[in-house]
C-alpha cells in the first residue's frame, strides 16, 4: 500500500512568512522522517520523529506527529529564499528498515 | 560530516548497454539501499542490503538489477539492458543500525538518461 501523502502538492509563500505541510500515511510505522530535495540535487535528512514522540523540533523546523490520524506535519517558520525546495515525508514500517516516500510538497518562498 | 558519495553524478547510455552505479555508503554503516526517482514521481525503494547480501528488494528489482558490495567501501547497483523507462535519479543511501530506530543518509543520486 502506498505510504506517506503529502499535502498541498505546492506551496508559495513570502519570506518571513510560516511553511506548513501535511503528511498522511495507511500502515502502523515504527518512524517518520522529513527530507528536503532541492531541484535535481539529492535528499536531504532534516527530522526523525518516532512513532511514540509527539512533536519534535529542530531549528527553524517543527514536526508533529498523530498516530491515531496516521498524520504529521511538518512547519518551517520564519522562512527564507534558501527554503525554497521539495519536501517530502517517508515512514519506515516496524522491523522494516526500508522507506516509504510520499509525492512530496513544493515550496517556493518569495523574496 | 561524513556523507554518501555517488559516481557519477550523470550518466548518459544508449538503450540496451549495460550501466553500473557506484556508491561510498558512510564507513561504520551496515544497511545499504538504492532507491530511484523518475523525473517528478515520488522516490521509490529498489533494493536493501545488508551483511553481504539482499534482505529485501521491491518489485521494480528484477533480474535487469543486481547491486554488489566488491569491497569494503564500495557498493555498486548495475543495470543491464538498460530500457528507456530506466531513465530516472537513482539514490544510494545508507544507515547504521541502532536498533529499532534508523535514519538513512542519502547521496546526491546519479541521474540516469538512458537513449
Known amino acids: 500500500s502506498q505510504q506517506g501523502e503529502e499535502d498541498p502538492q505546492a506551496l508559495s509563500i513570502q519570506e518571513g512568512e510560516n511553511a506548513t505541510m501535511n503528511c498522511s500515511y495507511k500502515?502502523?510505522?515504527?518512524?517518520l522522517q522529513w527530507y528536503r530535495q532541492n531541484s535535481g540535487r539529492g535528499l536531504v535528512h532534516l527530522i526523525l520523529?518516532?512513532?511514540?514522540?509527539r512533536e519534535k523540533h529542530s531549528g527553524r523546523l517543527r514536526v508533529t506527529l498523530d498516530t491515531s490520524k496516521k498524520s504529521s506535519s511538518l512547519l518551517i517558520t520564519a522562512s527564507r529564499a534558501a527554503d525554497t525546495a521539495s519536501y517530502f515525508c517517508?515512514?519506515?514500517?516496524?522491523?522494516?528498515?526500508?522507506?516509504?516516500f510520499g509525492a512530496g510538497t513544493t515550496v517556493t518562498v518569495r523574496a | 560530516e561524513p556523507e554518501v558519495t555517488q559516481t557519477p553524478s550523470h550518466q548518459v547510455t544508449q538503450m540496451g548497454q549495460e550501466v553500473i552505479l557506484r556508491c561510498v555508503p558512510i564507513?561504520?554503516?551496515?544497511?545499504f539501499y538504492w532507491y530511484r526517482q523518475i523525473l517528478g514521481q515520488k522516490v521509490e525503494f529498489l533494493v536493501s542490503?545488508?551483511?553481504?547480501?539482499?534482505?529485501?528488494k521491491s518489485e521494480i528489482f528484477d533480474d535487469q538489477f543486481s547491486v554488489e558490495r566488491p569491497d569494503g567501501s564500495n557498493f555498486t547497483l548495475k543495470i543491464r539492458s538498460t530500457k528507456l523507462e530506466d531513465s530516472a535519479m537513482y539514490f544510494c543511501?545508507?544507515?547504521?543500525?541502532?536498533?529499532?530506530?534508523?535514519?538513512?543518509?542519502f547521496g546526491q543520486g546519479t541521474r540516469l538518461t538512458v537513449v
Open positions: 542490503f545488508y551483511n553481504n547480501e539482499i534482505s529485501e
Open positions: 500502515t502502523s510505522i515504527n518512524n
Open positions: 543511501a545508507s544507515s547504521d543500525d541502532r536498533g529499532w530506530v534508523t535514519e538513512a543518509f
Open positions: 520523529i518516532r512513532s511514540n514522540e
Open positions: 564507513s561504520n554503516h551496515l544497511y
Open positions: 517517508a515512514t519506515a514500517r516496524l522491523n522494516d528498515y526500508k522507506l516509504s
